[in-house]
């Protein structure tokens, strides 16, 4: 059987809801998929934290104490992200996007700036093995949709380039995210700004 249009239904008792509104994906298991929440919706479903707003110091505090029961070297308010968790937990589903995203763009960036027909072959066969393996199971669903209705374009970098960018604009709008100048990919992944700050 597939995967459902809108993806496993919460099991019983569970929430369908995180608390900044997104819907909890869960796996075919009815458990919350690590890799396709945010971090503070995993630790929800899995009743690790309430709705209520976590502080950072909270959090220094908890893996303070758990590094000195453990021995290990304790997480500072200096390893936190912006999120206000440890910087060295398992990868949530916008981490592991943007550190997707930063290969993928990068790999455009490196791509022949005229590709022979092997090479052609090589990335369309990695972008669709790309869409089956990528660890958040609705967002390559998304992407192996994309490159259904929208044929990879490799032949050139910049054509590589620009393709990618759209890609990444169709999720952005899904996501309700700023659409990107695709006319400014390269110095984003490329060249830099010209103004000095990337040389
Ligand atoms: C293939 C794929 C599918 C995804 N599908 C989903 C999904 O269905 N649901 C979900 O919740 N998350 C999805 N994600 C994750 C999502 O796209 C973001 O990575 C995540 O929400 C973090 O977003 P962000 O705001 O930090 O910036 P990101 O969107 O990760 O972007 C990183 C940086 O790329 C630059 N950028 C932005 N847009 C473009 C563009 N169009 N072209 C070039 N550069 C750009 C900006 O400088 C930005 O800061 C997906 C990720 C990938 C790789």
Redesign the pocket.
Known sequence: MGIPLHGYPAPEGKPVYGSDGRRIIYDENGKPCRTCNTLKNFRMATAKETTGEKTQSSHANKALAASAIAGVSATTDKELAPDGYPKDCPAD??EL??S??TF??TVAATYPESATEQQQKEMKAFLETFSKI?P?W??AK??RKYIKANEPKVMTQDEFGRWL?DA??A??K??G?PH?D?NL?KK??KDGWGDGKCD
């Open positions: 589903v916008e996007g943007r997707t995203w993928l763009h990528y958040c609705f967002c998304g992407f960018c990444h604009n999720v952005n899904k996501l995210k990107f695709c990919w984003r992944w």
